[in-house]
């Protein structure tokens, strides 16, 4: 997004947050209605993503009209090894 994988966003709260964008993700469980208030990139209506297993939250997906991507604290993400 804006011809950046990573970005640092801070939320109403003051909680920073360093996401990367990803076009495809497995595991996540979307939670709660869109919505556009307080979204980091104009036009794009979020919604909230946890771990599909301990249910800990780990971003936001967001969606435009004809567009789809995953916004993901990458301090909160395992690389795992696939066979």
């Known amino acids: ?22 076009a495809d993700v497995t595991g996540c469980l979307v939670e709660g209605e869109p919505t556009t208030y307080w ?12 771990c599909g297993s301990c249910r800990t939250h780990l971003g936001w997906r967001f969606r435009a009209p004809q ?3 995953h916004g993901l604290i990458l301090d909160r993400l395992a690389e795992i090894e696939e066979d």
Do not use: D, V
């Open 1 to 22: 997004m804006a011809g950046e994988h990573a970005h640092t966003f801070t939320n109403p709260h003051g909680l920073r947050f360093r996401i990367g964008c990803f």
């Open 39 to 50: 979204t980091w990139f104009p036009g794009y209506a979020w919604q909230m993503e946890n």
């Open 67 to 69: 567009h789809l991507f």
